[in-house]
């Protein structure tokens, strides 16, 4: 087991080092850092002058590994826009987007797994059709047109919630819906996938066949075999809801550091996209791995592979 | 499925048409203006930040020396009782007594003589430099008087004196710095700042003590909070729902439609900015189709503007022929001027070798719609373009390092009421000069550092007509700016674009 | 001992078994309908489209559909933002969320395809070095490198494809290597590679048929993928540029209207909506189809 931990962990490390190194490559090539640090006004002596200054000159290598000393200790450097800490501002947005994804993420898991499994309980019954029928709705709405018919209905029209903002817990209400509806289809589909496989198995025909009650085979047997690759899956949506927050944190003004990730990259403001595109595949890489070693304890066959 | 979807959006539609939204007395019940704005600020910082939302909050919070009438563009005293102009590059200002800061402290000659010292230091980087980088340094002659001393002939000083120059508390500043003020910041003006969200928002209250003598007057609503908020279907919902009292930039189709309901208060004013189409006259980028004048003549006639800004553009916007907006100083009116006339177009074409028009890039940052239209009329002259729609600091960057044969922008002047902040901007030889014609920079050069009107008049007037005879860059037209808000206020917005919080009412 | 005779055999061949399954199952039937239907109206667009899509008119913008008071036959679907007819846009715009969807999965299955079965095949190193090209790509912020993509090179239909195509390879990716590395332990590949087969016949002979079905369902699905997510990229301004009728972009520039006229961006929403779903239940369908075929 400590084998295996340790893989994954150096896997993971270097997953994380790639992607950020690949961002810092297209940032740079996307834009150019001295200009984007002296900002609309400089001249053209301003720039080179920054240029110099900050080694915006140096082979590209060199800037990486430079970049990547100073986060190492923790220093992200400072935003070009806002002229603050980057680890500080990341920090003060993370909050906002963890409650968002944490409760979107409950909800979509809350949504779909019952579902999914009355689905695979009874196939091709009325259940399973508005299963799969939801869950392609899921896919193909644009999140800012729910997002808003939300608002116009629950806000203006109803007064029932308040329309931006996170001020409150009820302010997190109609993010959560929007973003949790977008991660719900997948989970809910490999649940169903899942748990009718394994339903069709030879160990559950026996643990029937012994006469056990059908729901200690459902839950004991069956969901926790089914419930592997959800795992994975689920982590995997979670960091996509980093990225897809985007547009939910957009529209009820939020502030979360989905916002800040794209009002950053159109600003040109690279090191809160750097510290962002690091936080946020390291957030990724945990989650997998945590469900990767879920995954192992939940089934052993997995570790010796 | 797929009714309920369209059922649902129709049925929004027809609540908001039918005026079925009811509005909460929100604001005026305690005396709160709630504003949203649609982008963050990077700080509320006066000097280092440039949107124009900054501007905004700079007015309410701090005092300049001097303050621009938006009604009659006259100077009026301020922080400054009096001023006089000991040479043509010092002036010396008498300065008021019994103002105090919203934390307490005393407004004298040290608070006038620190800030403007430290702004003429570029080690400080306040922006944009063009506002700071003019004079030489402040000395204090008394407890209540100092001097400016001007590093050369400046006409527009008392113009940036009177508006975007304000007064910081020299004890507070030398303490806490650009980081301090940007979470804390301290003025003089009739706002002061209760809490501050970076990039989030920011909650005001009227400031009881202050100096009743100033010509921006006594604030009258007692709590303003602004909010930033992104998306503009989100200001308009929050608008209905009561949350939100005022918001600004609404797009016309919206505010035509809001006005028609009747459920809240719109206004429309014009703005200085005025949109503009720049060329490659020179071959900076390339050699390329617009280094022809006749090929930019053809262009000009090719465009309905008069037909765009009535359709599109909408609101008090008007076609402009000078690359400056009528009001501001120097923007001669009388010069040569392009009618909408496409057969002229295509002769001036077939002219320059191109009887079959030909291909360009086309580069635009905004108002992607008027971009589209102009689109439709070059294509029905013969020329197809491979557009490009970057955010604006790609824009800035790639026109700046002279990518770009051809391209639509746009100007504000930062409002500053002078030919200087906008066709030298862009034909004094500098980044975004595509012509660097030596007759134009000549001309705005000496309209740019002569202090006798007359003489700068007739320049900027000279550079202004070469500029159209030549179509360096193209005048298209002004802009507007719709704003709407709860019936409960009055508010009238200025030309400027600068709104006045502390001139709004409760109705 | 039953009778059997030729003709219950004959019934039983495995077309005939094919064919009744595919018609018998109602989501491929409706699902194959409409994407025929919108096929057909992306080929003959230039035939059934009543005005030029691109042809403004500004003296017309945001004219209604028909069923409202203020719209007319003229315009039966209303007009856009610069008076351009709101079905001749639909109508050319299935054209473009067809090439967008086709051409993508066509890049995307390639690259997937080709590395999930070299990794599948293969195993170790190369096992190795796919599942982390996987879980970088997985890792990838998708806005930042469309965002880079444009700013380089400008956007295109040619370059939202390629960007679509080389993001969505990873499920292809995924599913190729564990439907090959379950057809590599069968016994009549251990047959072909006994016999002394080359790995490229082997590949072509053996694999390559067996994981053909995998391969369809997948298709299909990413097709369906890549059309959703070229509206999302049109919405943040980095998908198919104007005046091109794309859906995607018709909902985008519709957004600010929302409020206001609600059927522009509920009429290309509802096309969208109608396709991926579509798609989706053709690949749900094939996938019912295909599977029992392919357990063992």
Not at chain 1, 264 to 276: A, C, E, F, K, M
Not at chain 2, 119 to 141: I, M, Q, S, T
Request: charged share 20%; net charge neutral.
């Amino acid at each position: 087991m400590l084998y295996y931990t340790l893989k994954r962990l150096g896997l993971a490390g270097l997953v994380a080092l790639t992607v950020s190194f690949i961002s810092f490559g297209l940032l740079y090539i996307s834009s150019d850092p001295a200009i984007a640090m002296a900002g609309e006004t400089a001249s053209d002596a301003d720039i080179e002058a920054i240029r110099q200054l900050y080694g915006f000159d140096r082979p590209i290598l060199v800037q990486y590994f430079d970049w990547l000393q100073r986060a190492m200790s923790g220093d992200l450097g400072k935003s070009y826009y806002f002229r603050t800490d980057v680890s500080a501002l990341i920090a003060e947005r993370l909050s906002t987007t963890m409650t968002l994804g944490v409760s979107a993420i409950t909800f979509a898991i809350v949504l779909s797994v019952p579902l999914g499994v009355a689905a695979a309980i009874r196939p091709n019954s009325v259940i399973d059709r508005i299963a799969l029928f939801l869950s392609v709705m899921g896919q193909a709405l644009p999140s800012f047109w729910f997002a808003l018919m939300l608002i116009v209905f629950l806000s203006v029209t109803f007064r029932l919630l308040p329309t931006s903002g996170s001020d409150t817990w009820q302010h997190f209400i109609m993010p959560t819906i929007v973003l949790g509806y977008y991660a719900a289809p997948a989970i809910m589909r490999l649940t169903r996938t899942g748990m009718l496989e394994v339903l069709s198995t030879d160990y559950i025909r026996t643990a029937r066949a012994k006469g056990l009650r059908p729901r200690v085979v459902l839950f004991k047997h069956a969901l926790r075999n089914a419930v592997i690759p959800v795992v994975s899956l689920t982590a995997v949506q979670f960091g996509f809801m980093l990225g897809g927050s985007i547009v939910v944190e957009t529209i009820f003004a939020l502030h979360g550091a989905g916002f800040l990730a794209w009002e950053s990259i159109t600003r040109n403001d690279l090191p809160t996209v750097q510290g962002l595109i690091l936080v946020f595949s390291l957030f990724y890489i945990v989650l997998t791995f945590f469900a990767d070693l879920l995954n192992a304890w939940l089934d052993p066959r997995i570790r010796i592979n | 499925m797929i009714v309920k979807k369209y059922f649902s959006t129709f049925l929004a539609g027809t609540l908001l048409a039918t005026g079925f939204v009811s509005v909460a007395q929100a604001g005026k019940s305690d005396d709160t203006l709630n504003v949203a704005i649609d982008r963050e600020l990077e700080s509320i910082d006066n000097y280092y930040n440039t949107a124009r939302e900054g501007i905004v909050i700079s007015r309410m919070v701090w005092d300049g020396l001097l303050y621009r009438d938006p009604k009659t563009n006259e100077y009026l005293p301020n922080l400054a009782t009096s001023y006089k102009w000991v040479d043509s590059k010092t002036i010396e200002f008498d300065l008021r007594q019994g103002v105090k800061f919203h934390n307490g402290e005393k407004f004298d000659a040290d608070d006038v003589v620190f800030t403007l010292n430290y702004l003429a230091d570029p080690a400080n980087g306040a922006k944009p430099a063009r506002n700071v980088n003019w004079w030489k340094n402040a000395e204090k002659l008394g407890e209540y008087k100092v001097q400016l001393n001007l590093k050369k002939e400046f006409p527009a000083a008392l113009e940036f004196l009177s508006g975007p120059i304000v007064m910081y508390p020299n004890d507070y500043y030398s303490e806490a710095g650009p980081e301090g003020m940007a979470l804390k910041p301290v003025g003089t003006g009739p706002y002061q700042v209760t809490s501050v969200e970076p990039g989030k928002r920011y909650k005001f209250k009227k400031y009881d003590g202050y100096h009743a003598s100033s010509p921006k007057g006594s604030a009258s609503i007692g709590n303003i909070v602004i909010r930033t908020i992104a998306e503009s279907n989100t200001q308009l919902a929050e608008l209905f729902s009561g949350g939100i009292d005022w918001i600004w930039k609404v797009k016309p189709d919206q505010a035509k439609r809001i006005a028609a309901q009747g459920a809240f208060t719109t206004k429309n004013s014009s703005t200085m900015r005025i949109g503009y189409l720049n060329f490659d006259a020179m071959g900076r980028h390339s050699k390329n189709p617009m280094n022809d004048v006749r090929v930019r003549r053809a262009i000009a006639h090719a465009i309905d503007r008069e037909g765009i800004v009535k359709a599109l553009v909408q609101g008090e916007s008007m076609v402009v022929n000078s690359l400056c907006f009528p009001s501001q100083f120097g923007c001669a009116q009388d010069i040569k001027s392009y009618d909408y006339n496409p057969e002229k177009a295509k002769k001036l074409l077939a002219e320059a070798g191109y009887p079959n028009g030909f291909e360009t890039p086309f580069l635009a940052y905004r108002n992607r719609d008027f971009a589209e239209a102009m689109i439709n009329n070059l294509n029905a002259v013969g020329i197809t373009t491979k557009f490009e729609y970057l955010k604006y600091a790609a824009f800035r960057d790639k026109v700046q390092d002279g990518g770009s044969p051809f391209n639509f922008g746009t100007w504000g002047s930062y409002s500053i009421n002078d030919v200087s902040a906008i066709t030298s901007h862009f034909q004094s030889g500098g980044k975004d000069d595509y012509s660097k014609d030596p007759e134009v920079i000549k001309q705005l050069g000496i309209g740019d550092t002569s202090v006798d009107p007359a003489v700068r008049k007739a320049a900027y007037k000279a550079a202004l007509s070469r500029i159209s005879e030549e179509v360096f860059m193209f005048p298209l037209w002004s802009y507007n700016t719709w704003y709407a808000f709860s019936k409960d206020v009055d508010f009238n917005p200025t030309p400027d674009e600068i709104p006045r919080f502390f001139t709004a009412k409760w109705l | 001992m039953s009778e059997i005779n030729s003709k219950t055999l004959e019934s039983q061949t495995k077309s005939s078994v094919f064919r009744r399954r595919v018609f018998g199952h109602q989501g491929v039937m409706i699902g194959a309908a409409i994407v025929l239907a919108a096929v057909l109206i992306a080929l003959s667009a230039p035939l059934i489209a009543p005005h030029d899509p691109y042809y403004q008119d500004l003296l017309n913008r945001l004219v209604p559909p028909v069923w409202d008071s203020r719209g007319s036959w003229e315009h039966i679907l209303g007009t856009d933002h610069l008076g351009r007819d709101y079905l001749s846009r639909l109508i050319y715009g299935a054209r473009i969320s067809l090439l967008i969807g086709v051409g993508a999965a066509l890049i995307s299955g390639l690259i997937g395809t080709v590395l999930g079965v070299a990794a599948g095949y293969f195993g170790g190193r190369v096992d190795m070095i796919v599942t982390f090209m996987i879980t970088v790509r997985l890792s990838m912020p998708v806005v930042l490198v469309a965002l880079a993509v444009v700013a380089i090179v400008g956007g295109s239909l040619q370059v939202v494809i390629m960007v679509l195509g080389f993001l969505l390879w990873d499920r292809f990716a995924v599913v190729m290597r564990s439907s090959t590395l379950q057809i590599r332990s069968m016994d009549y590949v251990a047959a072909a590679q006994a016999v002394g087969c080359s790995t490229t016949r082997i590949l072509t002979t053996e694999i390559m048929p067996n994981v053909v079905n995998n391969l369809i369902v997948i298709a299909t699905l990413e097709i369906a993928h890549a059309i959703i997510l070229e509206a999302a990229l049109s919405f943040l301004g980095l998908g198919v540029q104007p005046p091109l009728p794309s859906w995607g972009l018709m909902v985008s520039e519709g957004k600010d209207m929302m409020l206001f006229e609600p059927w522009l961006i509920t009429i290309p929403g509802v096309a969208l909506f109608l396709l991926v779903l579509a798609i989706n239940l053709l690949g749900d369908g094939a996938r019912d189809i295909t599977a029992p075929e392919n357990r063992n």
